[in-house]
């Protein structure tokens, strides 16, 4: 028995070195709160938190405290693991480096007991990461379910310019403090403003999917600052007007168009004709009337891709309404939605490529306008609108993959918010729907158009998850809104090869959707927490009317 001790001792002596420098190669977590409005109660358990938090060495650098209140807090007992400092001379003395990390935490908020174990191992482990944000858990006053939790999608550079969606607790390296205004500076900013900055320098930001921090408000929805957003635009030439909406709250970017790029409309369509509201009518002569009669923004031309079978009589009507602004391109081979789309999308020259059904009518008279501005980003591929059927219920708020790719929020009513307001912002997402889809040109033919292996369904979302891999974005706005009436044409059906093929392609990103998030309850088209409770479901069928 001695001769194995002796013999295994070297090697678990190694691995606790090999521990112990990791340790020490991140010797310090900086905790910074602004304590200018908070009570003492508030520091309290803030204070109480940080000593089950994890770590064994904080620094807690408290704003605009109160010397009486100073002393309580440093006379509490903390294990020795809580250092409370007011001053940023007293901060620097404790010779910060780059390697060590930055909280900043809210007054009242919590530390989730541990947390900060998992937060310090994926940044030892992964030194690329600079910036951090993970979920939070907000107090119901309800005995069966005491907290519920804001369950936070993946980096949204969009969605953060409307609302503070990553939350106040931020996780950061030093040397981004330093390079986006410094501690001081960033402590008594408004949260959203804050992490407008650090995100502007950070090169690497990553979604931790667990509970960081257990609020004092029951109040999940993100704070929004307009002054913050309108700096921001302004650091990033941003040319923009903005917009607060003080009832969600959150801020509309509403970019301005700088240009007039041209459009080309794509529809195919075999000249259906089906009952709405209360009257027959012909889908695609009242698709294309609504973009003619409609749209505040008119620099398009329409192409038809016609089956054979559409009737002549519509065809002669489709023109009269386009004129010299409409093409008809005979299709007369087997049904194919990809290679139709492809067919029209080559057929014509055009900056971007609207891909339209022909069962859509716009709402908004902007949506068009809307969805073309968004393209002055240069990083922005596709872009959806919200899609609504013909009862003003949500057809599609673009995909998400719980596993199973489904459109969010489906046949829900339209004053749904969603959880944190999800509803109600653009947002970058993994897949829109192919009934609207609007892509910058040169992007639809580096990735090649539509796969032509998916005919009837699965081609929008195989196309989107192209566009991001060639490094490009995918975005969600509510504010262009269009009808789709899509039983009306007919009913999507689920093709074993297809669904294999998207799978086989795809299966790592659909089983790990990065707007989604792992804790919420798979295979829904809500963003449910992953709970039986009532809460969580009243959480995600909030009503945008009950809440505002």
Same mark, same amino acid.
């Given at each position: 028995?001695?001769?194995?001790?002796?013999?295994?001792?070297?090697?678990?002596?190694?691995?606790?070195?090999?521990?112990?420098?990791?340790?020490?190669?991140?010797?310090?977590?900086?905790?910074?709160?602004?304590?200018?409005?908070?009570?003492?109660?508030?520091?309290?358990?803030?204070?109480?938190?940080?000593?089950?938090?994890?770590?064994?060495?904080?620094?807690?650098?408290?704003?605009?405290?109160?010397?009486?209140?100073?002393?309580?807090?440093?006379?509490?007992?903390?294990?020795?693991?809580?250092?409370?400092?007011?001053?940023?001379?007293?901060?620097?003395?404790?010779?910060?480096?780059?390697?060590?990390?930055?909280?900043?935490?809210?007054?009242?908020?919590?530390?989730?007991?541990?947390?900060?174990?998992?937060?310090?191992?994926?940044?030892?482990?992964?030194?690329?990461?600079?910036?951090?944000?993970?979920?939070?858990?907000?107090?119901?006053?309800?005995?069966?379910?005491?907290?519920?939790?804001?369950?936070?999608?993946?980096?949204?550079?969009?969605?953060?310019?409307?609302?503070?969606?990553?939350?106040?607790?931020?996780?950061?390296?030093?040397?981004?403090?330093?390079?986006?205004?410094?501690?001081?500076?960033?402590?008594?900013?408004?949260?959203?403003?804050?992490?407008?900055?650090?995100?502007?320098?950070?090169?690497?930001?990553?979604?931790?999917?667990?509970?960081?921090?257990?609020?004092?408000?029951?109040?999940?929805?993100?704070?929004?600052?307009?002054?913050?957003?309108?700096?921001?635009?302004?650091?990033?030439?941003?040319?923009?007007?903005?917009?607060?909406?003080?009832?969600?709250?959150?801020?509309?970017?509403?970019?301005?168009?700088?240009?007039?790029?041209?459009?080309?409309?794509?529809?195919?369509? @075999?000249?259906?004709?089906? #009952?709405?509201? &209360?009257? !027959?009518?012909? $889908?695609? /002569?009242?698709?294309?009337? %609504?973009?003619?009669?409609?749209?505040?923004?008119?620099?398009?031309?329409?192409?038809?891709?016609?089956?054979?079978?559409?009737?002549?009589?519509?065809?002669?009507?489709?023109?009269?309404?386009?004129?010299?602004?409409?093409?008809?391109?005979?299709?007369?081979?087997?049904?194919?939605?990809?290679?139709?789309?492809?067919?029209?999308?080559?057929?014509?020259?055009?900056?971007?490529?609207?891909?339209?059904?022909?069962?859509?009518?716009?709402?908004?008279?902007?949506?068009?306008?809307?969805?073309?501005?968004?393209?002055?980003?240069?990083?922005?591929?596709?872009?959806?609108?919200?899609?609504?059927?013909?009862?003003?219920?949500?057809?599609?708020?673009?995909?998400?993959?719980?596993?199973?790719?489904?459109?969010?929020? @489906?046949?829900?009513?339209? #004053?749904?918010? &969603?959880? !944190?307001?999800? $509803?109600? /912002?653009?947002?970058?997402? %993994?897949?829109?729907?192919?009934?609207?889809?609007?892509?910058?040109?040169?992007?639809?033919?580096?990735?090649?158009?539509?796969?032509?292996?998916?005919?009837?369904?699965?081609?929008?979302?195989?196309?989107?998850?192209?566009?991001?891999?060639?490094?490009?974005?995918?975005?969600?706005?509510?504010?262009?809104?269009?009808?789709?009436?899509?039983?009306?044409?007919?009913?999507?059906?689920?093709?074993?090869?297809?669904?294999?093929?998207?799978?086989?392609?795809?299966?790592?990103?659909?089983?790990?959707?990065?707007?989604?998030?792992?804790?919420?309850?798979?295979?829904?088209?809500?963003?449910?927490?992953?709970?039986?409770?009532?809460?969580?479901?009243?959480?995600?069928?909030?009503?945008?009317?009950?809440?505002?």
């Amino acid at each position: 028995m001695d001769e194995t001790f002796e013999i295994r001792l070297p090697k678990y002596a190694t691995i606790i070195e090999k521990n112990l420098k990791k340790v020490l190669g991140m010797s310090k977590i900086v905790i910074v709160t602004d304590a200018r409005e908070a009570n003492f109660g508030e520091l309290r358990a803030s204070h109480k938190s940080l000593v089950v938090s994890g770590s064994r060495s904080i620094i807690w650098f408290v704003l605009g405290i109160s010397p009486e209140a100073l002393k309580k807090l440093r006379r509490r007992f903390s294990f020795g693991r809580v250092q409370v400092v007011n001053e940023f001379d007293q901060l620097t003395e404790n010779g910060l480096t780059s390697t060590d990390l930055v909280v900043f935490l809210s007054a009242g908020d919590g530390l989730q007991r541990e947390s900060l174990v998992p937060v310090t191992e994926l940044f030892l482990q992964h030194s690329e990461i600079d910036l951090l944000y993970a979920d939070s858990g907000h107090p119901t006053n309800e005995k069966a379910d005491p907290l519920s939790f804001a369950r936070r999608p993946g980096w949204s550079p969009e969605r953060l310019r409307a609302h503070c969606y990553v939350g106040e607790t931020l996780v950061v390296r030093t040397d981004l403090v330093v390079c986006s205004g410094g501690i001081d500076d960033l402590a008594l900013r408004h949260p959203h403003d804050r992490a407008l900055r650090l995100t502007e320098n950070a090169k690497n930001i990553r979604r931790l999917a667990e509970v960081l921090t257990i609020a004092k408000l029951s109040e999940s929805r993100p704070s929004a600052s307009l002054q913050a957003v309108v700096e921001h635009c302004q650091r990033q030439n941003i040319k923009a007007d903005c917009e607060l909406d003080e009832s969600t709250p959150s801020v509309r970017v509403r970019r301005r168009l700088t240009k007039q790029p041209t459009v080309a409309v794509i529809i195919a369509t @075999r000249g259906t004709s089906a #009952e709405v509201f &209360g009257e !027959q009518r012909v $889908l695609v /002569v009242e698709s294309v009337r %609504s973009l003619f009669e409609k749209s505040t923004y008119q620099n398009f031309s329409v192409v038809i891709v016609a089956d054979t079978p559409t009737p002549k009589t519509v065809i002669e009507t489709l023109q009269q309404i386009g004129g010299s602004r409409l093409q008809v391109i005979n299709y007369d081979r087997p049904f194919n939605f990809a290679e139709k789309n492809n067919i029209g999308a080559m057929s014509c020259d055009s900056d971007l490529i609207l891909l339209l059904n022909d069962d859509t009518e716009i709402i908004t008279t902007d949506a068009l306008e809307t969805m073309v501005a968004m393209f002055n980003d240069a990083q922005v591929g596709v872009v959806g609108p919200m899609l609504l059927f013909e009862d003003a219920t949500i057809q599609s708020a673009g995909h998400i993959f719980s596993p199973d790719p489904t459109d969010l929020y @489906r046949a829900r009513n339209l #004053e749904t918010a &969603g959880p !944190q307001n999800l $509803l109600r /912002v653009q947002r970058e997402v %993994s897949s829109l729907i192919g009934a609207c889809m609007l892509i910058r040109r040169d992007v639809f033919e580096q990735v090649g158009g539509l796969c032509l292996s998916f005919p009837g369904n699965w081609n929008d979302i195989d196309f989107c998850l192209k566009v991001q891999l060639a490094g490009f974005r995918a975005v969600f706005t509510p504010h262009a809104q269009l009808y789709h009436f899509e039983s009306k044409t007919r009913i999507a059906k689920r093709v074993d090869a297809e669904v294999g093929k998207l799978g086989a392609r795809w299966g790592s990103v659909l089983d790990d959707d990065p707007y989604f998030n792992p804790r919420l309850q798979r295979y829904t088209n809500i963003w449910k927490t992953d709970s039986t409770s009532q809460q969580s479901l009243d959480d995600a069928l909030s009503l945008f009317l009950t809440i505002a």
